[in-house]
């Protein structure tokens, strides 16, 4: 089209996703409601991690890596609503930028590159190795 090539998506819109989740029969049972509540949620997550745009040509940069609102940035709204949610306390910035992108990373585990990630990796390749021993 218009000299692009063809692009096939299998994405689910936020519309298709709470309409599958209005269209499923009610039901009595609240364990089952609160179960397909969660599902729908997870789907919308996930919907919103595949809608990040990422290159694997190049890492993300160490100002990137270090910065905690640059990783927040990095992560969905609505997974740091989620995640907002669950954690308790004044500064949960740390945690939920770290367990935000390794949610992401698990979510999209060949496309993605996670700036937190990849900054601990390069970090502790270059730490002495007696930091990683088990005391006896």
């Given at each position: 089209m218009d000299?692009?090539?063809?692009v096939v998506t299998f994405q689910r819109t936020t519309w298709s996703i709470l309409h599958s989740f209005y269209s499923t029969p009610e039901t009595t049972d609240e364990e089952t409601q609160?179960?397909?509540?969660?599902r729908a949620a997870a789907e919308l997550i996930k919907s919103d991690i595949k809608k990040i745009n990422t290159s694997r040509k190049e890492?993300?940069?160490p100002d990137s890596t270090f910065s905690i609102t640059a990783n927040l940035d990095f992560v969905p709204k609505?997974?740091?609503t989620f995640l907002?949610?669950?954690?308790s306390g004044k500064d949960t910035d740390v945690k939920d930028a770290s367990?935000?992108?390794a949610i992401m990373q698990a979510a999209r585990p060949r496309i993605l590159i996670a700036p937190l990630q990849i900054g601990l990796a390069s970090w502790s390749s270059d730490a002495p190795l007696f930091w990683f021993q088990v005391p006896d």
């Open positions: 000299g692009k090539a063809n609160k179960d397909n509540i969660i890492y993300p940069s609505s997974l740091q907002g949610e669950i954690f367990i935000g992108q």
